[in-house]
């Protein structure tokens, strides 16, 4: 059995003041949810912060993206091993918004990702269609070669490490949501592509949530889909009441 994980992505939002408060409200509900993992991803700088207010708790801190290189000259930019020494337990690569507005490459994500299960990081792998590409009917496509390209040179034992997040560009922020049928549809054809990949024991055994204006009042109905194993949580993870709710549908 796969275990339910549900994750935050607070992205570029919260101060020091208002991360700690969230992140406290989270751990000191996590035990509602005792079937459901959970993660809080806060922008880097909160990361120490956030790390002290969920220390002790269920709660597991990630980070929002990493650096491919180990160290060096590279200004701006955070190691694997940093975040592991602020207490990271997973890092979101390949977010559609990295993707698409900082222009982000499968090969890119490829080497963060390669990176990061050196360091002993599990990474959330995103990927996901634009508006225009779903009315095209070329969802699978652009899937495909969103995996192909993210995971190349894997192991099938490394493979076991990942989380895959399916987030439909066009429900990120939109307020627009895929239906449950749309989204387990997608998620299917990432265990079948997982199988082709590797074997049918890792299609089954990797977590592949759904992301898209996750909110409380639709996250029954998709994680009640058997290949939707959890969910990473945007705009509704910044409110804890909200984020719990969700965990516990």
């Avoid at 992505?9 to 459901?36: C, I, S, Y």
């Avoid at 993707?99 to 982000?104: A, D, L, V, Y």
């Amino acid at each position: 059995m796969r275990k339910r994980f549900v994750a935050g992505n607070w992205k570029m939002n919260t101060d020091r003041q208002t991360a700690v408060a969230l992140a406290a409200g989270v751990a000191a509900g996590a035990d509602r949810v005792p079937d459901v993992e959970l993660a809080v991803c806060p922008p880097h700088v909160y990361l120490d912060a956030v790390a002290g207010a969920i220390s002790g708790s269920r709660v597991a801190l990630g980070a929002q993206n990493m650096y491919h290189q180990t160290s060096g000259a590279f200004t701006g930019e955070t190691s694997a091993a940093m975040l592991l020494d602020l207490g990271c337990r997973y890092v979101i690569l390949g977010h559609s918004e990295r993707r698409h507005e900082m222009g982000e490459t499968d090969q890119e994500v490829n080497r963060k990702l390669h990176a990061a299960l050196a360091a002993g990081l599990s990474p959330i792998v995103c990927v996901g269609e634009l508006l225009d590409q779903r009315e095209a009917g070329q969802t699978l496509e652009v899937i495909r070669k969103q995996l192909d390209g993210s995971l190349a040179n894997l192991t099938d034992q490394q493979a076991t490490q990942l989380v895959i997040a399916y987030e439909p560009v066009w429900a990120i922020g939109t307020g627009r949501v895929a239906t449950p049928e749309q989204a387990e549809a997608v998620h299917v054809d990432l265990r079948k592509l997982l199988a082709e990949r590797y074997n049918t024991a890792v299609a089954e055994t990797v977590r592949i949530q759904y992301g898209g204006s996750v909110k409380p009042g639709n996250a029954a109905d998709l994680l009640a889909q058997p290949n939707i194993d959890g969910a990473l949580v945007g705009g509704a993870s910044l409110d804890a009441e909200s984020f719990l709710t969700i965990a516990a549908a």
